[in-house]
């Protein structure tokens, strides 16, 4: 049972180790699109929870981050969001009843999943500084202490200290927020429309993210780290039930992760207490404090700042790519012409080239 749940401050710290990248992301999207953050929260609240009961070990809950980037620039509605979670959500049940990876890993190069980790690495760098320039002060602090850990030798505490500093001079700013009544999440479909747009614009975009940093590298990572070997069929049917049921109703489409997942152990989270631990963190917020205040409490120069501390991760995988040209061709594509097109072109380009080497 040790082994499985432990409830201690190594855990508790563990717990909070990749809010720095959930809050920014559903905070920032929640700004941009004004979404309802309570049924947002609930349901990270829950899949927490869930997540450590059922895998025994620390596993990340995180936004989509293809899908929050391109939220976050302006490109999707509160409906595609749905529309897209869902159509991710009910792609990947597929893929896991159907063992899909083997497929997936034999023809998706890897250097194709950086380039789009490096592409958004790109978008959110530029959001990051748009959103800096707004509250440039407060920004540019945050900046500098996230920047400062990430050149030195210790424990990365900075996304919680920069946290600390936005909600305090936010309160400071406009006072404590006030506490809500929550109403349980209802049933909300997306129109066909937006289902339709929702997949062309977010979907495409996050699929190969997802199945090379939330599939591929959180099972290497989770073998590594902890000596355990979880299959990514098994992960694939995580995410893939996480984001149907959160993007129907009302939520925002979910996945694990690698970067997640070497936070939460950094700062010391071995079992799925740390889950449990971040679960009840998240559902307080949202059963006694999910407004539209909440959201505008945190500066937008402190998400700025936190999305620089997403970028970097996603920066660290991108680099530990087998091609830096095309990785690099595919990111500046992405950042250009979005998300989708890269995929789109590079897998073309991928498969005509592994044609014509079978030709000889």
């Known amino acids: 049972m040790e082994k499985d749940f432990r409830f201690n401050i190594e855990e508790a710290a563990g717990a909070v180790g990749d809010f720095g990248t959930l809050i920014p992301i559903i905070f920032g999207v929640a700004a941009v699109t004004k979404i309802n953050i309570a049924p947002v929260l609930f349901f990270f609240g829950i899949s927490y929870i869930l997540t450590g009961i059922y895998y025994k070990l620390p596993m990340p809950v995180e936004p989509m981050k293809a899908i929050g980037a391109i939220a976050i620039s302006g490109a999707l509605t509160a409906g595609e969001i749905a529309g897209a979670g869902i159509m991710t959500g009910i792609i990947f049940l597929i893929v896991a009843l159907t063992d899909g990876m083997k497929f997936i890993k034999r023809y998706v190069p890897h250097w194709l999943i950086r380039g789009i980790q490096f592409g958004l690495a790109l978008t959110l760098s530029k959001t990051a500084l748009n959103f800096i320039a707004d509250d440039l002060l407060i920004g540019l602090i945050s900046a500098f202490i996230i920047i400062l850990f990430y050149f030195l030798p210790i424990s990365d505490i900075s996304s919680l200290i920069v946290f600390v500093l936005g909600l305090g001079v936010g309160i400071y700013n406009y006072g404590f927020p006030e506490t809500t009544a929550f109403n349980l999440p209802v049933l909300t479909l997306p129109a066909g ?168």
């Not at 971040?278 to 700025?304: D, M, R, W, Y």
């Open 193 to 360: 429309v937006e289902l339709w747009s929702g997949f062309i614009k977010g979907t495409l975009a996050q699929l190969p993210l997802t199945l090379g940093n939330a599939v591929l590298a959180t099972s290497l990572l989770i073998k590594d780290l902890l000596d355990r070997n979880v299959s990514e069929r098994k992960i694939v049917g995580s995410i893939g039930l996480m984001s149907l049921i959160s993007s129907a109703f009302g939520g925002f489409p979910m996945c694990h992760g690698a970067g997640g997942l070497a936070a939460q152990y950094r700062f010391g989270a071995r079992t799925g207490g740390s889950n449990i631990i971040s679960g009840v963190i998240i559902l307080t917020a949202a059963f006694f404090f999910a407004s539209q205040e909440l959201v505008n409490i945190i500066p937008f120069g402190v998400l700025g700042a936190l999305l620089v501390f997403s970028a970097l991760q996603l920066l660290n995988s991108a680099v530990k790519t087998e091609s830096k040209l095309y990785t690099g061709i595919t990111g500046i594509i992405a950042f250009f012409a979005g998300m989708t097109a890269a995929f789109l072109i590079m897998m073309t380009f991928s498969l005509i080239k592994k044609f014509l080497i079978s030709r000889g």
